[in-house]
């Protein structure tokens, strides 16, 4: 040991030590308060009868900021603890001009010495940090609230501290940031999604750390980092915004509960709350009300997969387009300019002349066109109550209401739906009665076509949304989600990873929708070793992408003679598997046909059947679809029956690209018969 690391181990247990001292302080403070309270209330129990009722809102008020105190100290003492077990993972010395060079000690959550008042440790995403992501040694500069700070680094360090002892530490001399970034990715993943901020890379963090976006479109590779820039997006944002942002006022679009469960990790463990998240589906059956049933997602993909019906992938594909986005628009205009047949009416007396409701009715423009409705009837309350000098009756108000809707050729939104499509001469893209359920690709267009018909404000509490899988949604998807969140957000996704192909969408589709976005493009593929990310190739060819240099054995391809022998070499795999030092499997079939068909046979156990209805992501061996998998990833992947009558379509050599892309070290295929063509060399 030499005496840099000498003396860098006896810092660390100088700071072991302060931390030891805060939590035994955090601790009195919190068992502090628990008494207080106790005593709080027990004075309250005695004596409820001789307080009034001022008495008893100030007391709650008192017990609550209490209980609120004692829950940050808790919250406080999780993170010292966390700090305890690794403190920091970088350190740079930084000199700001015309200063000498202090040492900046930066870990997951910031530590300051109250009593010398002395930060000694920094938040990964304090303004100073981002030297230790943005520069090696020599001129450097961050940028604090106030400006620019200029100046040198002379060191930059990295650690790595598990269970407070110091594994190793590289200065930056050698390549470090690749060194340690190479072990990260070389460790088995044994559980869900885990934080990467001792190894963020500079064009991660630069968008990690962008606060001018409006719209942020993160296009990247499979296994570039896009969904954990993304989260770590959110906890920056999060420490960024903190007096004005918080958890609960984020939200995560996700593609299903299993992903949704397979990154929840990554959160809590920088230190923040667990962040509200919704699936697409679930979205849309809020915004319908449970009015019309409708096919899920899944379902639309399953039935793709399944059969090839060119009149279902017609109606997929139109109104997948943008131009079909930019019909509905025209025909929202067709219907303002024409529908509303205001002729004179009659109440009583009163002829309410048709020009007056013309009038009215354009001067409310800017509102929903069924919501107009309603204010153009209280005008023609009022004009009704000045022309008759006298209140009208609930009766009267009611039959105006009831007579101006009428004038609007239709009030259900259905109707309106199900006109458009006369409306362009395709009412065969249409299919729907009310014994039949929607088809998927006619649920957001419905929704939407409300939004701009009545409206909508459900989700205005918003701060930042956070979209996943962008290249599923179609542009109507994406006009929705504009106009019901205003707020900032982050979209992702990978248009080569679409499960289907007929209603995928590039970031420059996104762009058409979100003129305004920053759209940011990532090669590097962390995931995957080399030689993984080579095979992948051959099923969907990207010329960009750059695989970070790391290998393992090359992909193996298993012919077998017959299904038997296919079931055994499946099963002699798990075994092998079990017997190596890989921790998950993941068994990726197309269909959910197949995969539970693979369930049943296999009956290996400890394996786990992953399907639609699945909550929660389980760890060890795993049988699922591509579809499911997306997101998902694996130390080592089986892809069984890849042979030609599986794979042949569009749709389903996206599911086989998907699949072979989820792998981090290994990777085998089995097949019986041909081939399929997507992996012939
Ligand atoms: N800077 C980094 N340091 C360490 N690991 C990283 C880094 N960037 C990405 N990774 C790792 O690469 C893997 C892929 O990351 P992630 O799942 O976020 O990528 P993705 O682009 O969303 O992938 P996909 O689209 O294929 O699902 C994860 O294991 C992640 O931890």
Wanted: hydrophobic letters at 40%; aromatic letters at 10%; charged letters at 25%.
């Amino acid at each position: 040991m030499n005496a840099t690391e000498q003396e860098e181990r006896e810092y660390l247990e100088v700071i072991k030590e302060k931390l030891t001292v805060a939590i035994r302080r955090v601790d009195d403070a919190v068992k502090q308060f628990s008494h207080e309270l106790r005593e709080k209330k027990q004075y309250l129990h005695e004596h409820q009868s001789s307080l009034d009722d001022a008495d008893m809102v100030a007391a709650d008020q008192s017990i609550n900021r209490m209980a609120f105190t004692g829950e940050a100290a808790v919250a406080r003492k999780h993170k010292l603890l966390k700090l305890g077990q690794s403190p920091y993972f970088g350190r740079i010395d930084f000199a700001p001009q015309n200063k000498v060079a202090l040492p900046v000690y930066i870990g997951m959550y910031s530590f300051v010495d109250e009593q010398q008042r002395q930060g000694l440790i920094y938040d990964w995403r304090a303004p100073i940090a981002s030297l230790f992501y943005d520069y090696e040694l020599g001129a450097a500069s961050f940028t604090t609230p106030s400006g620019p700070i200029r100046g040198t680094i002379a060191l930059k360090r990295q650690y790595k501290i598990r269970d407070g002892r110091l594994e190793f530490m590289i200065d930056s001399d050698v390549n470090i940031h690749d060194d340690v970034l190479q072990r990260e990715l070389a460790k088995s993943s044994d559980d869900k999604m885990k934080n990467i901020v001792a190894t963020i890379q500079r064009d991660q963090n630069a968008v990690i750390r962008n606060e001018t976006a409006q719209v942020m479109v993160i296009q990247g590779v499979a296994g570039s980092g896009k969904t954990s820039i993304a989260l770590h997006r959110l906890a920056f944002l999060l420490y960024r915004y903190r007096d004005t942002i918080k958890a609960k006022d984020l939200l995560i679009i996700s593609p299903n509960k299993v992903f949704a469960d397979y990154i929840s990790n990554v959160l809590p463990e920088l230190g923040e709350e667990h962040i509200p998240e919704l699936g697409m589906d679930e979205l849309a059956a809020d915004l319908l009300e449970g009015k019309y049933p409708f096919q899920s997602f899944f379902e639309q993909v399953s039935a793709l997969l399944q059969d090839h019906d060119p009149a279902f992938i017609e109606r997929i594909r139109f109104k997948s387009s943008f131009d079909f986005l930019s019909q509905l628009n025209q025909y929202l205009l067709h219907i303002e300019n024409h529908y509303f047949a205001a002729t004179d009416l009659r109440v009583g007396p009163t002829l309410v002349p048709g020009a007056f409701l013309v009038a009215r009715f354009k001067t409310y423009h800017r509102v929903p066109l069924l919501k107009r409705l309603a204010l153009v009837a209280e005008d023609v309350r009022a004009y009704v109550r000045d022309a008759t000098r006298r209140k009208l009756t609930g009766r009267e108000k009611a039959t105006i209401g009831e007579a101006i809707f009428r004038l609007f050729r239709f009030q259900q939104v259905l109707d309106f739906y199900r006109d458009f499509y006369r409306w362009i001469g395709r009412p065969e893209l249409f299919r729907y009665d009310q014994r039949t359920r929607l088809e998927y690709a006619d649920v957001f267009a419905l929704i939407y076509l409300r939004l701009r018909l009545e409206g909508l404000s459900a989700y205005d509490q918003v701060k930042h949304l956070l979209v996943d899988e962008m290249q599923d949604y179609t542009p109507v998807q994406y006009a929705v989600l504009s106009r019901l969140f205003a707020c900032r957000k982050t979209i992702l996704g990978d248009v080569s990873q679409t499960v289907n192909p007929y209603s995928a969408s590039s970031a420059e589709t996104i762009e058409r929708v979100f003129p305004q976005a920053d759209v940011v493009k990532l090669y590097r593929s962390y995931r995957s070793t080399v030689e993984i990310t080579t095979f992948a190739q051959r099923i969907t060819s990207n010329p960009h992408i750059i695989p970070l240099e790391r290998h393992g054995p090359e992909p193996v391809v298993v012919r077998c003679g017959s299904p038997a022998e296919e079931w055994q070499t499946i099963q002699q795999l798990i075994t092998d598997f079990q017997g190596s030092s890989h921790q998950s499997l993941g068994i990726i079939c197309k269909t959910l046909r197949q995969a539970q068909e693979a369930y049943r046979v296999l009956q290996a156990p400890a394996v786990h059947l992953l399907t639609e209805e699945s909550t929660s992501f389980t760890e060890g061996i795993v049988i699922t679809t591509a579809h499911l998998a997306k997101g998902l990833e694996f130390d080592a992947v089986l892809v069984p029956f890849a042979s030609a009558p599986t794979y042949k379509t569009e749709v389903d050599k996206r599911m086989l690209y998907v699949a072979c892309t989820r792998a981090m070290h290994q990777l085998t295929l089995t097949h019986t018969g041909e081939l399929t063509a997507f992996l012939s060399v």
